[in-house]
């Protein structure tokens, strides 16, 4: 049976974040039942350091992230995605629920926008490697936007495939760096159809030992990068990623929360997603 970890900091439900909002201001509530299944377990992260936060940002980039009032926010955020993949590479459980505020895909290693002004991925995954060696990542990335940041990051590692869902099509990286234009007005059936094509062929010939996934939600109808997708298609996006971790990489499978300001959306959809992770459901 699956051990799954939930990484969640109590400030992250106490502030109106850039872009994001308070969505989390009903949690860890929201979660409570799925929070006292068995095989699931409750992490209150760390601050990930300023000297992991330098392997991947430059000193400038960090002299003014450290003055602004989201620094905290940042380092907890950075610090639960930290803790997830060194937790999951060490089979001490098998996948991870990670809450992401004012972190992820929108930080370069020497500029941020978009609400993210960190990298999380970035010393998550040079982390790990100091620990456990050469690994291979398998970064999905399904928030509305173009991740910029990571494909900065990640430009020149070969170890890591980065799929990104967003507003054009693109391949480098001799095929490890792909953007996929997945369409203003689509459907879920259209999407996951996209995901399969695009992300799923390629994983399975990438063979990577843990899947990332950024899950933004800002795709929902109704919310800022509204694509015409339904609430009902996370849950099913999550079923069918974590199914492929099973098959292709003992269900290493971190999803990271993203972009999405509704918090209805999130009080549905991330309990739900626990009980996929965890195999309930
Ligand atoms: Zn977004
Ligand atoms: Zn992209």
Redesign the pocket.
């Known amino acids: 049976m699956a051990v799954t970890g939930v990484f969640f900091h109590e400030m992250f439900a106490g502030a109106e974040w850039d ?1 994001i909002g308070n969505k989390f201001r009903n949690f860890p509530g929201a979660m409570e039942r799925q929070l006292r299944l068995p095989n699931v377990r409750l992490y209150r992260p760390e601050k990930a350091s300023e000297d992991l936060l330098l392997k991947i940002h430059t000193p400038r980039f960090m002299d003014d992230l450290r003055r602004m009032w989201y620094y905290e926010g940042v380092l907890y955020s950075v610090g639960g995605c930290v803790e997830a993949t060194e937790r999951i590479l060490s089979g001490e459980i098998t996948n991870a629920l990670v809450f992401d505020v004012a972190a992820g ?2 930080a370069e290693r020497d500029y941020a926008w ?1 609400g993210t002004y960190a990298s999380c991925a970035g010393p998550a995954f040079w982390k790990a490697r100091q620990k456990f060696g050469r690994k291979r990542f398998a970064i999905i990335d399904t ?3 173009h991740g910029n940041g990571t494909r900065d990051v990640f430009r020149d590692d070969a170890d890591v495939l980065h799929v990104c869902f967003c507003s054009m099509n693109l391949t480098e990286g001799n095929g490890t760096k792909v953007c996929v234009d997945s369409g203003w007005q689509t459907t879920d059936d259209a999407y996951l159809e996209l995901v399969r094509r695009e992300f799923i062929t390629r994983a399975r010939e990438f063979e990577p030992d843990m899947v990332l996934h950024k899950f ?1 939600h ?2 929902c109808e109704g919310d ?2 509204d694509r015409g997708l339904t609430p009902e298609f996370f849950p099913r996006l999550a079923n069918e990623i974590n199914h492929l971790t099973r098959e292709l990489c003992g269900g290493r499978y971190l999803v990271l929360t ?3 300001c509704r918090a209805d959306v999130a009080e549905e959809i991330f309990p739900r997603i626990i009980e996929i992770l965890a195999g309930t459901t």
């Open positions: 872009i895909h929108h978009g928030d509305c936007h933004g800002d795709t800022y990068g993203h972009g999405g």
